[in-house]
């Protein structure tokens, strides 16, 4: 359901180059909703695939068990669902939002917003979690936290101004993911010429091209989508060989790339 989110199509190039390095031909469909979806997973069992691998979607209990009920394996990638019989792979989300908690109050930062994507998603929620309980266990109070209500360009920009309409206005912003960082940052700069990293330090999650480019220099975790795309490939293969496999999520630490929106030095 997002594949205008520029951390997809470069996943999407890997991973289809991966399928089609054991013999499988990869079908694709994109989703407008979780409710499409499900609807989507339907379409894609009448033609009796293999294995159906998930991205960037929620599926609803009842789709899960119809892939069951059609011997159809489902295999999840960058989602943590709740069915517990699941299998698949996600970056440790909670994991890079501690990551972010300590690179920002290392750097001296103390007043943190949190501009969150999709409410609904695993890795919003864990991004989340991880780096506001890291702040609460070092001392400082919550982040304030906006809802941008998409993964997008276009959502960042706008949360940006929420962000500035609130008089305790912070001094450093975790984005649920790079787009939404890039986007935010354009407005800050735009439209309240807001220095970055001089007045507010900004960091991504993701790690996609365009966040390494001069014009941006973001401050990012990147996933480790190698590492994601060769455990799906390999979960795949196995699953494809009619082996059993245990239920499991596989959980990969992601790694900080500081850049040059974040800067050294207590704010004032």
Same mark, same amino acid.
């Given at each position: 359901?997002?594949?205008?989110?520029?951390?997809?199509?470069?996943?999407?190039?890997?991973?289809?180059?991966?399928?089609?390095?054991?013999?499988?031909?990869?079908?694709?469909?994109?989703?407008?909703?979780?409710?499409?979806?499900?609807? +989507?997973? %339907?379409? /894609?069992?009448?033609? #009796?695939?293999?294995?159906?691998?998930?991205?960037?979607?929620?599926?609803?209990? $009842? !789709?899960?068990?119809?892939?069951?009920?059609?011997?159809?394996?489902?295999?999840?990638?960058?989602?943590?669902?709740?069915?517990?019989?699941?299998?698949?792979?996600?970056?440790?989300?909670?994991?890079?939002?501690?990551?972010?908690a300590d690179h920002l109050m290392d750097l001296g930062h103390r007043n943190f917003a949190f501009v969150a994507g999709r409410a609904d998603t695993s890795t919003n929620i864990d991004r989340w979690e991880g780096f506001s309980?890291?702040? +609460?266990? %070092?001392? /400082?109070?919550?982040? #304030?936290?906006?809802?941008?209500?998409?993964?997008?360009?276009?959502?960042?920009? $706008? !949360?940006?101004?929420?962000?500035?309409?609130?008089?305790?206005?912070?001094?450093?912003?975790?984005?649920?993911?790079?787009?939404?960082?890039?986007?935010?940052?354009?407005?800050?700069?735009?439209?309240?010429?807001?220095?970055?990293?001089?007045?507010?330090?900004?960091?991504?999650?993701?790690?996609?091209?365009?966040?390494s480019w001069p014009s941006h220099g973001l401050t990012t975790v990147r996933q480790p989508v190698e590492k994601m795309c060769a455990f799906t490939i390999d979960v795949v293969s196995k699953l494809c060989q009619g082996k059993?496999?245990?239920?499991?999520?596989?959980?990969?630490?992601?790694?900080?790339?500081?850049?040059?929106?974040?800067?050294?030095?207590?704010?004032?």
């Open positions: 359901t997002d594949i205008t989110n520029p951390f997809y199509p470069e996943v999407l190039t890997k991973l289809t180059a991966g399928l089609q390095s054991i013999d499988l031909k990869v079908m694709l469909t994109v989703a407008d909703s979780s409710a499409d979806a499900d609807d +989507q997973l %339907r379409l /894609l069992l009448s033609y #009796q695939p293999d294995v159906v691998v998930v991205l960037a979607a929620v599926l609803s209990s $009842e !789709a899960i068990e119809a892939c069951r009920n059609a011997g159809t394996p489902v295999v999840f990638f960058n989602r943590r669902p709740a069915d517990a019989r699941a299998l698949g792979v996600t970056c440790d989300n909670f994991g890079g939002g501690v990551l972010v309980s890291r702040c +609460q266990e %070092r001392g /400082l109070p919550p982040p #304030q936290k906006y809802d941008a209500g998409n993964f997008s360009y276009e959502a960042g920009y $706008e !949360a940006a101004h929420a962000v500035m309409k609130n008089s305790d206005r912070p001094d450093a912003v975790f984005c649920a993911n790079d787009i939404l960082a890039i986007g935010l940052m354009d407005c800050l700069r735009r439209e309240y010429n807001i220095a970055i990293p001089g007045d507010i330090s900004v960091v991504g999650f993701d790690g996609i091209s365009m966040a059993a496999l245990k239920p499991r999520i596989e959980r990969i630490p992601g790694e900080l790339i500081e850049r040059e929106t974040t800067t050294r030095g207590v704010k004032a």
